[in-house]
């Protein structure tokens, strides 16, 4: 019953109204400390204290947010009927009546458990950092952006202003913008619920009504010495899409998913083939609205779908439209268009991150050619102004050089002057 009625990526670490959201937090928790239970006896039995100790070293804890279905303990069925066929579980005693009695080696099975159990690495019970809130997957009506933009209006930060916050973070450590990003995760998960809040109201100001303690948050937030703090909220999702993407470019990018690098393509070819179609069918298209005929869009688009869903453990090999066509992805005043972009059904998630790369290949491919253009123009124009400058110059020495006259025979000179 609590699977059916509980969803995990609905559950947030929010305490404004009650702490009923705690409950999938303490399930996760008892859960996990059973499992590090049965591993710790089945270590204790089978390995000695000394190499138990060397496996502690080698095999941290996971932490609760990298779980994957590998690193949970499931003894099935399955699991047992493949000891018994495929693994010695069993013996058949020739000796007792002549026939074919199968005796079970319970010795064997259970060394073959442990075995198995002794793999599986422990789960980290003491540390929970924080549930990400961009893994709400099942249905964008449920998302924490479109929440926020419901209760509280918003806005694009003035490219000016904007330019100015990304120098300031360029020049801040990474930690740092890091830490301001997670706080803004949780920070976020209050405003879902903010109704009524004023859009001129500053983040600051939010916070310090909307959040009891506030002393684990990052001080961008609550430091008005900092240029965040007093950020009015209608602006606060476009901050958060720009730090997000300056993450990704300075962090995250060197931490992509190997399964979105390696092997994704079988050839070159198939490469190009999968970053021609997607171009073809997005910004390349011909009735796409202008808005969206600007690569770097496309490439915002594509960071935040890597940071906020393929980072989840979600299945790869499923097709990019079913998560492209997420209002929460995209900046509000383009959502409009979205009923126009239709990928093809060959183009996968997996594919992001080639995509993601060939497009900036070719945008820096023709900022180069623009450059090379506008250098030759300038070159060219430099020429032509020199050449006129040396006309006007030959012209004006012909004007008022001295004449040479020859008189008679003696060709004595005589200067005019003018």
Known sequence: QFSKSRKLAFFLLNRSTDNSSFEILGCIHTLAKFQNSIINFCKYITISQILHEDIERKQPAIEIQKIKKEHLLVISSEVIDTILREENGYIINYEYGKTKEVIYDYDEIETRLCNRINRIRLIDTENFNYFNYQFELYHQ??????????NIKQEQISTDEKVKLQQYLRNTKMDDVRQFLGSLDYVFTYFRHATGRPTTSTLKKSVKILIHNTSDLHSY??????????????????????????????????YVKQELITDVCVNEEEKENIIGQFVGSTYMLDNISQQLKDPRVWLSVLKRLIIRVITANIDLNVSMQIYIERTD?????????????????????????????????????????????????????????????????????????????????????KLRVD
Not at 230 to 247: A, D, G, R, S
Not at 365 to 392: A, G, H
Request: charged content about 25%.
């Open 221 to 254: 937030i609550l430091n008005e010495q900092y240029p965040f703090a007093n950020i009015p909220l209608k602006y606060v999702i476009n901050l958060y899409e720009l730090i997000e993407e300056l993450v990704f470019d300075e962090v995250m990018r060197n």
């Open 141 to 150: 009506d449920v998302s924490l952006f479109n929440d926020i933009r419901r």
């Open 329 to 413: 992805l995209w900046n509000e005043d383009l959502i409009q268009y979205l009923d126009l972009i239709k990928i093809n059904d060959n183009i996968l998630v997996r594919h992001t991150y080639v995509i993601l790369e060939g497009i900036e290949a070719k945008l820096k491919q023709s900022n180069n050619l623009n450059t090379d253009n506008k250098t030759n123009n300038e070159s060219i124009n430099i020429r032509d102004w020199c050449q006129t400058k040396t006309e006007d110059i030959n012209r004006l020495t012909t004007l008022t050089a001295p004449e040479v006259t020859t008189i008679g025979n003696n060709k004595k000179k």
